[in-house]
């Protein structure tokens, strides 16, 4: 049985049995209190809806049909950034096979798309190791870095950036591999002291993002835009 129907089902014989009937605020009372219990996604497979495991993959299914207009992709990102908001769903990724096409997506010609994936990357990371562990696992970082400076897109870069930003707060192995793809004039800036930079010292982190959101600000962009190829 689904372990999450099983959880349900434990949940409702432990709640049945009533040995006496009960007033109806009594009973209204008690059942507010016990709902938080339920398993969301059992009871909602019990009523016939989605889960939020199926409306992520359906949101990102969405998100890469070529058969979706822009506005409805875009629709689809935001309810998809909405659920991985939730710790438990952002960790829920890797299980669903959704950071691969979340990291292709920053490769697409639209920059809309890559905003928002930029986004989703930084939400899922948020104060959440085992995520911060995934999308280093997945190769995000470099890819990251490289669209926070060189995108032509001033809000796709400002997303990366703070992507990154979540992914090396508190997280040494994520902040040691942004040190080793940074260009080295950012590096320098950024270890003024000659000091090694520790993912726990939020003043230090704070001066990579820094540098790297100035160098957005700076970064001229060529007339007629850039689109990114798709990686082998």
């Not at 822009?70 to 950071?99: H, P, S, T, Y």
Request: with cysteine; glycine share 6%.
């Amino acid at each position: 049985m689904d372990s999450g129907l099983n959880s349900l089902l434990k949940w409702s014989i432990e709640n049945s049995a009533n040995s006496a009937p009960q007033s109806a605020d009594k009973e209204v009372s008690q059942v507010k209190e016990r709902k938080g219990n339920i398993n969301a996604d059992a009871l909602r497979a019990l009523m016939g809806g989605p889960s939020d495991a199926q409306l992520m993959k359906e949101s990102i299914a969405a998100i890469q049909s070529h058969d979706i207009s822009l506005e409805n992709k875009l629709l689809a990102f935001d309810n998809f950034e909405q659920l991985i908001e939730q710790i438990d769903n952002a960790n829920n990724m890797q299980v669903l096979g959704l950071w691969t096409p979340l990291l292709g997506l920053l490769e697409n010609e639209e920059a809309e798309l890559r905003r928002c994936a930029a986004w989703c990357m930084g939400t899922a990371v948020q104060n959440n190791v085992k995520a911060q562990e995934t999308l280093l696992v997945v190769g995000a970082v470099p890819v990251l870095v490289k669209v926070g400076i060189e995108d032509p897109v001033e809000s796709v870069r400002r997303k990366a950036i703070y992507a990154l930003s979540s992914e090396i707060r508190n997280y040494q192995p994520a902040l040691d591999a942004t040190l080793r793809t940074l260009p080295e004039e950012i590096l320098v800036k950024s270890r003024g002291m000659g000091r090694k930079l520790d993912a726990g010292d939020m003043e230090a982190v704070d001066l990579i993002i820094d540098e790297l959101k100035r160098r957005s600000q700076e970064l001229e962009i060529r007339s007629g835009g850039v689109h990114f190829a798709k990686s082998p």
